[in-house]
């Protein structure tokens, strides 16, 4: 377990795709450079199925000796559900599952949450948000589905709050309820939105987060209200999921 004198600690998140390669994700937060020195994963998409007895995050915080909390946005039709967990070396106080303003796309209409909990780490309590946004949504609509989530975490939490996950900032705007017709720079949105929402502190810009062929995207982010972000990253030699690990080393006092 870290040190209760931390005094900045490193925050990754992580869309693993649904986590069936469960063991091949731990050894990577266990043995990777810069990961393996995390003190706060997000995991996105992870699952439970009660075939496997176990929840996969629960299976992956055993691995790291870390505390865990999972919780799922929907079910799956083989018994399973989908969703999203918070690992931490330090104990998890308080947690807020918030269900996000659904939208339908063709075909699908899918529940969308974040999950917060509260950490206190040398004596400061933070709050950490584990986020997932839709996949084809226009800029206004991202900052809606998000923004719901950003005033209920500063009713319920106050401040010293970090937030981070797949908010799906892809390259297009789109019509017709989800096909993508143009570029748009979403992710410029998404950042003049977070500042506007007074989270100012950021991971500088970095490179993709995810490819589709020759389509490089940064999909994934880490936002911050008042505590600075030293040093960030994403680490693109990591191959377990479709997404690539991103991560901050942000000072809590």
Known sequence: MASPQKKSIRLVSF?????????????????????????????????FHQAEKICRAETIARHLGFHFVYEPARKL????????????R???????????PGYKLPFLLQTRIALAAGIKIAGVNITVCNIHLDTRLNPKQRMHQLNECLIRLKEDYGQNIIIGGDFNTIPFR????????????????????????????????????????LLKMKLD????DCLPITKSGVEKNIYVSDHKPIWADIEIS
């Open 174 to 213: 789109t019509v017709a309820r989800g096909m993508p017709i143009f570029y748009s720079n979403q992710a410029k949105h998404l950042h003049k939105n977070m500042l506007n929402m007074g989270f100012k502190h950021f991971c500088k810009p970095q490179s993709y987060t995810m490819k589709s062929g």
């Open 77 to 88: 039709k083989n018994s399973g559900t989908h969703g999203l967990a918070i690992l931490s």
């Open 15 to 47: 869309n693993v795709h649904s986590g069936k390669n469960t063991k091949e994700i731990a050894e990577v937060f266990a043995h990777d450079k810069n990961l393996s020195t995390a003190d706060v994963i997000l995991l996105q998409e992870i699952e």
């Open 221 to 224: 982010h880490i936002y911050t």
């Open 90 to 100: 330090f104990p998890i106080k308080k947690t807020l599952s918030i269900q996000l």
